[in-house]
């Protein structure tokens, strides 16, 4: 049976890479190849004259196809480190009982922070190459000092800039590097507001640097938000919502859906709290899409993925994130149609996942327990809640059953 093999060499752009023997004698015993179509430009010299190559570019499945059909040992150059956001990772996805063996180069990220002579132990990692915001927006949420950037042509530093900016993130200066161990290799550090004005070279990387750390918040007043026109008590009071929050326990969710947003200020509060949570907030009344979105960016919470109309009639699977699963859910509205809410989010939920809601009426109280009871959901007490002169409230629980 044919033992699929992969050697993997990373390099930077030099157009002269310092290989090691090793990584020098494997080029020669080898005959296809793999890689891009730059780093064939820089490989190219030191290839047999038989050589064949698979240009790895989108879209992957044609790659997939080329590799699986190799029948021979492939040697496939990438970027840096193969196994830092490369190539590498693919392969073992792909090709999991595959042999490898790997010749990294330094990557990106270690090369700019070199240049930039910048102790890089600490620095927090996040991948734009092909990627959503999701790495990005969590590592400022979360309140990264020292943040590395990998781009690409969409998310250039240009578009990073400006929603650093947007989200109201304009504490941190930039530092861009260019082609970095090429020829044309620079460096440029500038603010956020030049950054998002300018164009870089491609390829690029950059670093964020926080120049004086932003104030973290934990239970935003009401009055900071704003509301529904002529509406001010149409919101989920502060301390309603943070116990709330703290019954879904979030720590140990991947994705959430807030449904019946309104003000967004569940949405907002969990993601603040729980930056790496994947945040799905869903609304009918379709003036509350701009009040997220002023919100949002007071707050500084990017990434929230707002989903309007009617909640029963959405493509609720294209919600469930990676896992085809939503591990909580908080119920801030139901227009009159709790148990069919309910219903849909238990379809949708993993087990041991949490619905939670907090109740006014009693006969909110009663639809909740009775849907829980009728699906075999474990309901906890409800916490019984009174501050000041707002009304009092139930927060209602109810857990999916592991077994």
């Not at 990692?125 to 000092?145: F, M, N, P, V, Y």
């Not at 000041?388 to 109810?398: D, E, F």
């Amino acid at each position: 049976m044919f033992e699929r093999r992969y050697t993997l060499i990373g390099l930077t752009d030099s157009p002269t890479p310092f290989l090691d023997e090793a990584a020098i004698a494997s080029i020669a015993a080898h005959t296809l190849f793999a890689g891009g179509v730059r780093h064939r430009e820089i490989v190219e010299p030191m290839l047999p004259p038989s050589y064949r190559w698979i240009t790895v570019a989108p879209p992957l499945d044609a790659v997939r196809s080329a590799l699986e059909e190799a029948g021979e040992p492939v040697l496939v150059f990438a970027s840096g480190d193969p196994f830092f956001y490369g190539f590498g990772a693919t392969l073992q996805k792909w090709f999991p009982d595959a042999s490898l063996q790997c010749f990294p180069a330094p990557h990106s990220l270690q090369l700019l922070a070199r240049l930039c002579m910048i102790p890089y132990q600490q620095m927090r990692h996040a991948s734009l190459t092909g990627r959503d915001w999701q790495e990005l927006d969590s590592a400022l949420i979360s309140g990264e000092a020292f943040i590395g950037v990998l781009t690409d042509q969409r998310k250039t530093p240009a578009a990073i800039a400006r929603r650093l900016l947007e989200y109201g993130y304009g504490h941190y200066r930039m530092c861009v590097g260019e082609a970095l161990g090429g020829e044309r290799e620079s460096l440029i550090k500038c603010s956020l507001q030049k950054a998002a004005e300018r164009e870089f070279a491609m390829p690029n990387c950059l670093l964020l640097q926080v120049e004086e750390p932003a104030a973290r918040r934990f239970g935003i007043s009401d009055e900071l938000f704003d509301g529904l026109p002529g509406r001010p008590q149409m919101i989920t009071k502060m301390p309603y919502r943070m116990a709330a929050i703290a019954a879904l326990e979030l720590g140990r969710a991947c994705n959430f859906w807030d449904v019946g947003f309104c003000t967004g200020s569940v949405s907002i509060e969990s993601r603040l709290q729980f930056p790496h949570l994947l945040v799905t907030a869903f609304e009918k009344r379709l003036e509350c899409e701009g009040i997220l979105e002023v919100n949002s960016r007071r707050f500084g919470t990017p990434g929230i993925v707002k989903v309007m109309g009617d909640f029963l009639l959405q493509d609720h699977r294209h919600h469930c994130g990676k896992d085809a699963l939503v591990d909580a859910a908080f119920i801030g509205g139901h227009g009159d149609r709790l148990e069919e809410v309910f219903d849909i989010i238990a379809r949708y939920l993993a087990l041991g996942g949490r619905i939670v809601m907090n109740a006014v009426q009693d006969s909110s109280r009663e639809v909740f327990a009775a849907s829980a009871e009728k699906l075999g959901f474990a309901l906890a007490t409800p916490l019984d809640m009174s501050v000041g002169s707002h009304n009092p409230i139930g927060v209602m629980k109810a857990v999916k059953p592991i077994h």
